[in-house]
């Protein structure tokens, strides 16, 4: 069955380190994935999109790779701050239908100072 | 630039009520999608509209369910009639165009069928 699977225990981190968070899919081949952040009762909010032709895409802070081999995408947050708690989602669009987004259940993300 | 906007916030019902959820989409914008967001399934798609016409409804959980678009500045989202099951999060999104495909969300409006 087509899945895709984010860490579902939340991640704490100390202030200023580097979170890091997974997004693994099975059986879907993928046009694109992207990021987004999500905070308590409100919409969840782009962050990053990577293509499958690009191994790494980096906006400040923020690293995201796919690796379509392993069929994971890793998200980085550098030099993590208190106000970068919140939960991110991954969501890819299927080939084939690029408007159609699948998403995860997002990880819990809570950097402590 | 407002954003999204979605009304109701909140809205809370009886079970067999008529509920409709709306939304307009950011200027401009040429895609709307409505989602549903629950603790246990996550963000579910059900119906997305490009240029004002529905292309995919395959997300809409049966006949109690319908939306509509009449034009390019609003949006509906209807249940008829709404079951306790239907108590979630619901949001509106908008995109761009096909070149750029991130999607821009509303605030959501919390459904509670009692």
């Known amino acids: 069955s087509q899945k895709i699977e984010q860490n579902s225990e939340a991640l704490n981190i100390q202030e200023g380190k580097t979170a890091t968070l997974t997004c693994n899919y099975t059986?879907?081949?993928?046009?694109?994935l992207q990021w987004y952040r999500q905070d308590p009762g409100r919409g969840p909010v782009f962050l990053l999109l990577?293509?499958?032709n690009e191994k790494e895409k980096r906006k400040e802070r923020l690293k995201v790779t796919f690796d379509t081999t392993l069929k994971q995408s890793l998200f980085h947050i550098t030099a993590s701050q208190p106000a970068d708690s919140a939960t991110y989602l991954c969501?890819?669009?299927?080939?084939?239908?690029?408007?159609?987004?699948?998403w995860g259940l997002g990880t819990s993300l809570a950097v402590n100072p | 630039d407002a954003g999204v906007i979605q009304s109701p916030r909140h809205e809370v019902t009886e079970m067999g009520q008529e509920v409709t959820l709306r939304c307009k989409p950011i200027?401009?914008?040429?895609?709307l999608f409505w989602y549903r967001q629950t603790m246990m399934r996550g963000l579910e798609l059900l119906i997305y509209?490009?240029?004002?016409?529905?292309?995919?409804d395959s997300g809409m959980p049966e006949d109690r369910f319908s939306a509509k678009m009449p034009n390019a500045s609003f949006s509906t989202l209807k249940i008829q009639p709404s079951e306790p099951r239907d108590s979630a999060v619901y949001f509106c999104?908008?995109?761009?165009?096909?070149?750029?495909?991130?999607?821009?969300f509303g605030p959501g409006t919390r459904l509670t069928v009692t």
């Open positions: 200027s401009g914008h040429n895609s």
């Open positions: 509209f490009n240029n004002n016409v529905p292309i995919d």
């Open positions: 059986n879907y081949s993928p046009a694109y």
């Open positions: 969501a890819l669009a299927p080939t084939g239908n690029n408007r159609k987004l699948i």
């Open positions: 990577i293509r499958e």
């Open positions: 999104a908008s995109s761009p165009n096909r070149i750029s495909y991130e999607q821009y």
